[in-house]
Nanobody
Framework: QVQLDESGGGLVQAGGSLRLSCAAS????????KAWFRQAPGKERELVAA????????YHADSVKGRFTISRDNVKNTVYLQMNSLKTDDTAVYYC????????????????????WGQGTQVTVSS
């Protein structure tokens, strides 16, 4: 059974940091691009960051560039999202997703290209 399990969410004050983790099971981790999406109440799900299968190529949304960093450990079958300088606007449910892209060096940008999703982890940033 293919499964993604997120952890690391919680409540933090503005300016603080959190690190989200997403552990994968049931799939050959290195064959899948990974991404973090988020969805705030009343808003559409948006791509936060993505990383290629080999980890050499990353993408970060403009809203988080310079504050968030996506990374992956293909030995531990885990992808991470380091979030620094958090703002109240970062409050959302964060989802880990995996895409069976054939490209080893790029990562999809659209949600429908990701076929495996985690349950989500809540991140709340207080002022």
């Amino acid at each position: 059974q293919v499964q993604l399990d997120e952890s690391g969410g919680g409540l933090v004050q503005a300016g603080g940091s959190l690190r989200l983790s997403c552990a994968a099971s049931g799939l050959t981790f290195g064959f899948w691009a990974k991404a973090w999406f988020r969805q705030a109440p009343g808003k559409e799900r948006e791509l936060v960051a993505a990383i290629s299968r080999n980890g050499d190529s990353t993408y970060h949304a403009d809203s988080v560039k310079g504050r968030f960093t996506i990374s992956r450990d293909n030995v531990k079958n885990t992808v991470y999202l380091q979030m620094n300088s958090l703002k109240t606007d970062d409050t959302a449910v964060y989802y880990c997703a995996a895409s069976p892209t054939r490209s080893g060096t790029t990562s999809p940008r659209l949600a429908h290209e990701y076929t495996v999703w985690g349950q989500g982890t809540q991140v709340t940033v207080s002022s």
